[in-house]
Nanobody, 127 residues
């Protein structure tokens, strides 16, 4: 079992920055990949970013490339999402998720590969 708790969401003006954190407990954090997804009102949940076990592989949705950075600290059992140059269209509930079956270099984008999910944190970007 893996428990995930997100934090760091909030209200920010367009062009601003936020850093989301996701603290994990349960299984050995360094043995599974982590991902961030988001869901805006009336829309389906979509992939944002993912990172492999060691952090050597990262993956980003085209909509956030160059603006968002995913990282992890295995000693702290935490994954981060640094979000810069935020846009109103980034407004959503952001979820972190654990992919416990990925190979050591995989950072998968399909939400169906992720077995464990956090409760989500709201990010609102005002124009």
């Amino acid at each position: 079992q893996v428990q995930l708790v997100e934090s760091g969401g909030g209200l920010v003006q367009a062009g601003g920055s936020l850093r989301l954190s996701c603290a994990a407990s349960g299984r050995t954090f360094s043995s599974y990949a982590m991902g961030w997804f988001r869901q805006a009102p009336g829309k389906e949940r979509e992939f944002v970013s993912a990172i492999s076990w060691s952090g050597a592989t990262t993956n980003y949705a085209d909509s956030v490339k160059g603006r968002f950075t995913i990282s992890r600290d295995n000693a702290k059992n935490t994954v981060y999402l640094q979000m810069n140059s935020l846009k109103p269209e980034d407004t959503a509930v952001y979820y972190c998720a654990a992919d416990t079956k990925a190979g050591p270099m995989r950072a998968r984008s399909s939400q169906y590969e992720y077995s464990y999910w956090g409760q989500g944190t709201q990010v609102t970007v005002s124009s």
